[in-house]
C-alpha cells in the first residue's frame, strides 16, 4: 500500500464483495471504506476489495487499516 497520507479519500471508488459478484459504486474512497467495514461478518469475503478510479485496490487488511485512519482523521475535525 502507498504511504496513507497520500490517499484520497475524496476518490471515487467501487466496492466488490467478492470476485464473482458485481461492484458497487461510491463518489468517495471514504463511502466505500466505510460500507465494506460495517457489512456483517458473516458477509465478508476473504476476496473483497475497494478499487479507486485510478486503479489503487485495497483488501481486506488495507481497507481496515485505511478505515481506522479514517476514523483518526474524523475524530480530529
Not at 504511504?3 to 466488490?16: C, G, L, Q, R
Not at 468517495?28 to 478510479?53: C, D, E, F, G, S
Not at 485495497?58 to 475535525?77: C, F, K, Q, T
Amino acid at each position: 500500500m502507498k504511504n496513507i497520507n497520500s490517499v484520497d479519500f475524496n476518490e471515487p471508488a467501487t466496492f466488490f464483495e467478492d470476485r464473482l459478484g458485481p461492484g458497487m459504486v461510491f463518489d468517495h474512497l471514504a463511502q466505500a471504506l466505510r460500507h465494506a467495514v460495517n457489512m456483517p461478518l458473516a458477509k465478508q469475503h476473504h476476496t473483497a476489495k475497494i478499487i479507486t478510479r485510478s486503479g489503487d485496490q485495497y483488501g481486506w487488511g488495507e481497507i481496515n487499516v485505511l478505515h481506522d485512519h479514517l476514523r483518526a482523521m474524523d475524530s480530529r475535525s
